[in-house]
């Protein structure tokens, strides 16, 4: 629970780095970002939102209302040790960067970082791929005749959902060591493969 609240601060400090937003905006972005397997409720960003402003992370402030409503709308904006609490997130390299729970928001966010940064990433999270593929395999070699077509059909399908993004990574890496620093970002694509969590 801790990790996934980590994970939506990260990636809110991300959001409102591009701009001020108001709750719904922050919350329809939020789900984009963590994809149809994650939706976030109101009941998951709001406690969110209170600690980052406890924190002096963001501030709020009203914006103008629209005719049809009495009620002013809250605005959302990152404070400057926001700013410097998302950098730093940012530039940390470690397993909780590549990580199921975290990898997808921190890429969505590689254009803020430093290319060694990112290489760092692609291959610790390709890596921790490499050892679950090595690990599902060993299992599926084990079990393929204790279970019946469906469950070895599921298993399969984990191993190539894994392969394909080992792929993909593999694909990112040679594409950040082969372009020049300055352009890096724009030449990476801006969405992959999500391996099936296992």
Request: glycine share 6%; no cysteine.
């Amino acid at each position: 629970m801790a990790r996934r609240a980590e994970t939506i601060e990260l990636a809110v400090l991300g959001l409102l780095h591009e701009g001020p937003m108001h709750g719904y905006e922050l919350r329809k972005r939020l789900n984009l970002m963590l994809g149809w397997g994650r939706v976030l409720s109101y009941g998951s960003l709001y406690p969110t939102l209170k600690k980052m402003l406890r924190s002096n992370l963001i501030e709020e402030t009203t914006s103008t209302t629209a005719a049809t409503s009495r009620r002013p709308r809250i605005v959302y904006q990152v404070t400057d040790a926001g700013h410097r609490e998302f950098e730093r997130l940012m530039s940390e390299v470690g397993p909780a960067a590549w990580e199921d729970d975290t990898f997808d928001i921190r890429f969505a966010f590689f254009s803020s970082t430093d290319m060694e940064i990112r290489l760092r990433v692609l291959e610790g999270r390709r890596t921790r791929l490499q050892e679950r593929l090595e690990r599902v395999q060993q299992q599926l070699q084990m079990t393929q005749k204790e279970v019946d077509r469906y469950a070895a059909e599921l298993q399969r399908h984990g191993v190539e959902s894994v392969e394909r993004e080992v792929r993909w990574l593999s694909d990112l890496i040679n594409a950040e060591r082969n372009t020049p620093p300055a352009t890096a970002p724009r030449g990476i694509p801006t969405a992959g493969p999500v391996a099936d969590q296992q």
